[in-house]
């Protein structure tokens, strides 16, 4: 796709601002479709209907854009006005730049980084400076606390995060994401997890690789703020936690910005351990395996997670922000490292 | 490392907040996310119930009633309907008996749904509190069709009900009993066993048995404290000796006795004797007028009395003064949920802010009661 570009219209700024402009599309229709379904299984989940009025119900979130286009932008008397409007697009900015990293098929990916994965926690990991000015700025108690608490449980659970990925990085050997993507090629059983490319052997890996993908998946959500981890805007405690403030469409930047987490932090959870774009019946049915059906298979992988997600938030309570600390750092982190250490054991042998 | 010096954080939760149940304003002074002290203040939802009473006739005061604990409506109707015809000495007929009973037992499910479905919403469940609601609705649907209101019924007069129930009562309400336990067994699959509402409930905003006392507790606040205590059985009014029924304490099951767990545990045990009731109760309907004992003109003797029921919140008592005229001189109520609120401060101290929404959940207050 850059080759692509470079060719059609040179090695110039254009190819690069044309480049992103595919996941840009992406991720708008996403967050349209997963605001729609969020609250259509959420309905279903609840015994009633969720909306069926604008369009059918289809059209409820663009009207909902709309309506928040419409709305008037507040900022609040006493805020640091320079960083109150910052922060909204320095969260967004973050989430979309971890997009770059993302492999949507053999053919596109933003930038091929030969540390893709290191790149994508790097960058995600900047979005908790947004969400800190966000709750400083507003000037609000309850902004700071969700704020504060964003921080603490975002650093916490890069650990674990880390970690688990490192166990697949082990196995590839390599931090790039297209590479990870094409070790799993050649049907469901060369995903990693199911211990990657291999003989026999590898399905000693497989309870270590299966923990490592259930840590992976929590944290991620701890990261996303997402129940039953979603203390930051724990709306019976703190409102709407560090977001109490904002209004209008610098609100609706910081709930786009969360479903392109939630989308993201599902894409890499596929990527990693299910195979990204690869069809589970490899080479078997060659149809399956063109860029376009890679991309459907990509798309699937990660709904499917999405859907878990919302899945989970409508049905458990929420933690407190002193057990989500125990829970990473007693649970989730000597777990991760039982696992690498027992991954590295059989790398070593 | 020197020790950080740190400042003390005011907070003010409410009056618009969504987990303070309805417009309490609680000033938290915080240390971090701990809570060093709690303050309540109230009186934003006051509405003159006491002074308002005075300028009416004693039916009137009826709907006054009704909106003091808007959830449990019809408990409230019940004590000060049986204070005034204590007063003035009338005996109702067997079918009234039966029917207000089972009507503020029907209540008394309908508003601890309520409460089991926002104590789950404050510690971040979302849909067992639409379940609740749900079922809660199948009960409106009763009061509904019996008395033509949803929320404020003024359906128990002084003397009788404003209406005899209708034909399908019987067969509605136990087409409701018999749907609702099953959805009972489910409330506690999701909500009440789930390991994350254990963590966040359990050892929670203790309240010590001797506390809940001095304070004036009642109702499934008391109980939740291990202290078995039901004016239904220890002070029975109306025909709640003739029913076979439990009274459910709280046990420190999960965790300490008295903590939030078991106050909303007691209130989960509480329906189904609630249910038990109803079943007893519907099949033995006498015949009967239910407005024969309604009196033309309510006029009661020069005197007082001092009335108390079981609401679902605890012990509601009226004081009703008289002076021979058809405007009561004097109606003071004594709310339970009041009391139960002034437990705030001594069970929430060294809690977390996420607790102090569990605590209120648990307490169970409507703040129309509270501040009348």
């Known amino acids: 796709m850059e080759q692509f570009l470079i060719d059609t219209f040179g090695d110039n700024i254009l190819t690069y601002i044309i480049m992103p402009v595919p996941v840009l599309i992406f991720l708008s229709l996403f967050a349209l479709g997963a605001v729609l379904a969020e609250r259509k299984v ?131 050997g390599t931090l790039s994401m297209q590479e990870i993507v094409e070790l799993q090629g050649g049907g469901i059983l060369n995903w990693f997890i199911f211990g ?33 981890f979603d203390i930051p805007e724990a709306e019976s405690e703190l409102v709407a936690g560090f977001h109490t403030e904002y209004s209008g469409m610098k609100f609706a930047m910081f709930f786009f910005a969360e479903y392109g987490q939630m989308f993201a932090v599902s894409a890499i959870v596929a990527t990693l351990f299910l195979g990204g774009w690869q069809s589970p019946f490899g080479e078997l049915i060659p149809v399956l395996n063109t860029p376009v059906a890679q991309i459907i298979w990509f798309i699937l992988k990660g709904c499917i997670f999405v859907f878990v997600q919302m899945w989970l938030r409508w049905t458990l309570p929420r933690l407190r922000v002193d057990q989500l600390m125990i829970l990473c750092w007693k649970y989730l982190i000597p777990v991760s490292f039982i696992n690498l250490f027992a991954v590295g054991l059989y790398i070593v042998l | 490392m020197a020790e950080l010096k740190t400042e003390e954080m005011i907070l003010n939760m409410g009056p618009q907040h969504p987990s303070t149940h309805g417009v309490l304003r609680l000033e938290l002074v915080m240390n971090g996310e701990i809570i060093e002290d709690v303050k309540p203040h109230i009186g934003y939802l006051h509405r003159c119930f006491e002074k308002h009473a005075e300028a009416m006739t004693y039916p009137q005061v009826i709907p006054y009633c009704d909106r003091m604990d808007y959830l449990a409506s019809i408990s409230n109707e019940f004590g000060y309907a049986i204070a005034v015809e204590k007063l003035m000495g009338i005996e109702v007929p067997e079918r009234v008996e039966y029917i207000r009973v089972i009507m503020a037992e029907l209540q008394r499910v309908a508003s601890h749904l309520v409460a089991i479905g926002t104590n789950g919403l404050d510690i971040g469940a979302f849909t067992p509190f639409l379940y609740c609601f749900i079922d809660r609705e199948r009960i409106l649907e009763i009061f509904e069709i019996t008395c033509g209101a949803r929320l404020l019924y003024n359906y128990i007069w002084i003397g009788g009900v404003s209406r005899d129930i209708p034909e399908d009562f019987q067969k509605k309400v136990k087409d409701f009993v018999k749907y609702f336990r ?60 003739k029913f076979d029924y439990d009274i459910p304490v709280g046990e420190g099951e999960k965790g300490t006795v008295g903590d939030c767990w078991d106050r909303y545990m007691v209130r989960v045990y509480e329906m189904e004797e609630s249910l038990k009731i109803i079943e007893q109760a519907i099949d033995n309907i006498p015949e009967g007028d239910v407005l024969s004992a309604v009196p033309k003109r309510v006029r009661p003797q020069e005197g007082e009395i001092y009335f108390r029921t079981e609401t679902p919140r605890g012990e509601l008592g009226y004081y009703i003064i008289s002076d021979g005229t058809v405007n009561p001189k004097r109606v003071k109520a004594r709310s339970p949920a009041f009391c139960n609120l002034s437990l705030i401060s001594q069970i929430s101290q060294g809690a977390m802010i996420a607790d102090i929404v569990a605590i209120i959940g648990s307490l169970d207050i409507v703040l129309g009661e509270i501040d009348r």
């Open chain 2, 182 to 241: 099953p959805r009972i067994k489910d409330l506690n699959n999701l909500l009440s066993y789930n390991k994350i509402f254990i963590d966040r409930t359990a050892n929670i905003g203790v309240l010590p048995p001797d506390v809940a006392i001095n304070a004036g507790a009642s109702g499934p606040t008391l109980r939740g404290s291990g202290v078995k205590f039901d004016l239904r059985k220890d002070d029975p009014y109306s025909i709640y000796d």
């Open chain 1, 42 to 172: 959420s309905a279903y989940m609840q015994d009633r209907y969720g909306p069926n009025r604008v369009g059918k119900g289809i059209l409820q979130t663009l009207a909902d854009m709309i309506k928040l286009f419409q709305k008037e932008d507040i900022t609040p008397a006493k805020a640091d006005k320079l960083l109150y409007n910052l922060a909204p697009f320095i969260v967004f900015t973050a989430t979309f730049m971890g997009y770059a990293v993302i492999p949507f098929c053999s053919l596109y990916i933003g930038a091929d980084l030969n540390i893709g994965i290191f790149y994508f926690l790097a960058i995600t990991s900047l979005s908790i400076v947004g969400i800190l000015i966000a709750g400083w700025a507003s000037n609000n108690k309850y902004s700071l606390f969700g704020a504060m608490r964003a921080v603490a449980q975002i650093i916490s659970y890069e650990i674990p995060t880390a970690l688990a990925i490192l166990i697949v990085v082990m196995i590839a």
């Open chain 1, 196 to 228: 990657g490319p291999g003989g026999a052997t590898k399905y000693i890996l497989l309870p270590f690789l299966f923990a490592a993908f259930m840590v992976l998946y929590i944290s991620t959500l701890a990261e996303t703020n997402r129940t039953p």
